[in-house]
């Protein structure tokens, strides 16, 4: 798979990545089900964003056995980091008080560990919706929202 100058993959709505064990087996699947700024937030006492945009992303993950090597998936903010479209790492919290208030617990995804199925969303505050969200350490997988989000 090519990767990009960041040495991350691309991706966008309706495409999968693939977690793989140390052996080179799947441990992982996500599918990218959709990708929204501004979403509708359905928590018991959402915040309104103080330092940009709210965007939600929602997955589908299915995991296999070889995953107990790593762990678990985990999409939480600090798995994410944002650079604006002039290639500067933003050095602010993704994972503010108003993306997690966005959503009820039965919306957001847990954490996923071996043998299991899991669907739900996560939301993050960026500055601005013309850069690019990397999820994932070192191989990332990189999400330009210039180009694949859904405005309401």
């Given amino acids: 798979m090519a990767r990009n ?3 991350n993959l691309t991706r966008k709505v309706g495409e999968s990545f693939t977690f793989r064990s140390i052996e ?3 441990a992982a699947t996500v599918r990218i089900d959709d990708i929204k700024a501004d979403p509708k937030c359905n928590g018991e006492y959402p915040e309104a964003p103080k330092d940009g945009t709210l965007v939600a992303f929602t997955f589908t993950v299915v995991t296999e056995p070889e995953l107990a090597e790593q762990g678990e998936v985990a ?3 600090g798995w994410w980091k944002y650079i604006t479209e002039k290639g500067i790492t933003y050095n602010g919290s993704l994972d503010t008080l108003a993306a997690y208030s966005c ?6 995804i847990p954490s996923v560990g071996p043998s299991e199925k899991a669907q739900g969303s996560v939301v993050l505050e960026v500055p601005d919706t013309n850069g690019v969200l990397i999820y994932g350490i ?6 330009d929202l210039s180009k694949v989000l859904k405005k309401p």
Wanted: hydrophobic residues 30%.
């Fill in 138 to 143: 070192g191989d990332g997988i990189e999400f």
């Fill in 75 to 77: 999409f939480d903010g």
């Fill in 103 to 108: 959503l009820s617990d039965k919306e957001r």
């Fill in 5 to 7: 100058a960041r040495g």
């Fill in 24 to 26: 080179g087996k799947a």
